[in-house]
């Protein structure tokens, strides 16, 4: 007989991609950013609150600069969200 050690969901990894991310905004601070109105500071999405842990680099980002805080970040949105002045932060 083995004897292992059970691990519910150690492989939970959802993800998102960088396409999403105005959507994840609330509706008002959206507009706000998307019409230019607020242009001293920037957004900050935190995925792990929203129910995700990596960001993809799949698709276009908005004009305006994003902070993201994530789990796992590839390459490619790492490069996209810091060429549009945005920054990402990771998280343990």
Known sequence: MRHFHLQRNHQWNPIVNIDKLP?????????????????????????????????????????FPIVVRARYVSKLAERKITAAGGVIELVA
Do not use: C, F, M
């Open 23 to 63: 959507s994840l905004l609330p509706g008002d601070v959206r507009e706000k950013y998307v019409s230019g109105e607020a242009k001293d500071t920037a957004p900050v999405i935190d995925l792990l609150n929203l129910g995700y842990s990596k960001l993809l680099g799949k698709g276009r980002l908005p004009e």
